[in-house]
């Protein structure tokens, strides 16, 4: 564990600086946020799953071919990343309606979308994260065209390889949020996928195997956050 003061702390994460200026070490925390801070609480032990639910996920695209940031994992709650200039667009790529896209489009949750829809968000806190499109993201100078494509291009990928993985562990993936960075001219998957970044749905009953237990007050949040993990690795904690 490094000592120091963390040079970013996020809702769910302290980032550190480390003895090589390009990487940087990712502290996991309990801490729990929904509807962009209002409500707030811990979930216990989330740190140590999103950590190794964020591992397994880093590895299996990594076989895969997607660039990351993932280096390794140090310890239960901590995570050796490469440094990145965040993009501020977050991709939210959705199989299912549900959440904000539900509610924008008038669907009901659980809809299944004809094709994957991808969604662009800023990513600002102020501003909460407001929805925008390609031409925003020029106007703004956010992200050229190209990392645009390649962040769209990476993003089906990854629908495509995690949804098939997770089918077989009988879980349907509803939808998940990605974030991407530059490094050494290169954009590279970053920040975490986790049941705080994506909706998993158990294929059998529909039971909800994420945040959404938290955000809606559902119970058991933990133990969902635990059954991704054991669904994933088999492992119990
Ligand atoms: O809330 P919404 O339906 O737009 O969320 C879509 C997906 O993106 C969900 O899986 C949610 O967990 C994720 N998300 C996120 N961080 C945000 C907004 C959404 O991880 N700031």
Same mark, same amino acid.
């Given at each position: 564990m490094i000592t120091q003061k963390p040079m970013y702390e996020g809702k769910a994460k302290q980032v550190f600086a480390t003895e090589n200026p390009d990487e940087l070490m990712v502290y996991f925390k309990d801490d729990a946020t929904a509807f962009n801070g209002e409500k707030r609480g811990t979930i216990d032990n989330k740190g140590v799953f999103n950590n190794k639910i964020s591992t397994f996920f880093f590895n299996l695209l990594g076989k895969e071919g997607i660039p990351h940031h993932f280096i390794k994992? *140090? /310890? #239960?709650r901590e995570m050796l990343v490469k440094k990145l200039a965040i993009l501020p667009v977050e991709v939210v790529v959705r199989n299912i309606a549900a959440g904000s896209l539900a509610k924008r489009i008038g669907w009901e949750e659980g809809r299944k979308l004809p094709t994957a829809i991808i969604e662009l968000y800023y990513k600002d806190d102020e501003l909460g994260d407001p929805l925008i499109n390609d031409y925003h993201i020029q106007a703004l100078g956010l992200a050229t065209p190209a990392q645009v494509e390649t962040m769209e291009k990476y993003a089906l990928r990854i629908n495509e390889i995690l949804a098939a993985f997770l089918k077989d562990k009988?879980? #349907? *993936?509803i939808d998940f949020k990605l974030e991407f960075g530059v490094h050494k001219g290169e954009v590279l998957l970053g920040d975490e996928i986790s049941p705080d970044t994506c909706r998993f749905w158990d /294929? #059998?009953?529909?039971q909800k195997l994420d945040k959404d237990r938290f955000r809606r007050d559902l119970g058991n949040v933990e133990e969902a956050y635990r059954e991704v993990l054991k669904r994933l690795t088999g492992e119990k904690s």
């Open positions: 994992m *140090l /310890s #239960e009988k879980v #349907e *993936l /294929s #059998e009953t529909g």
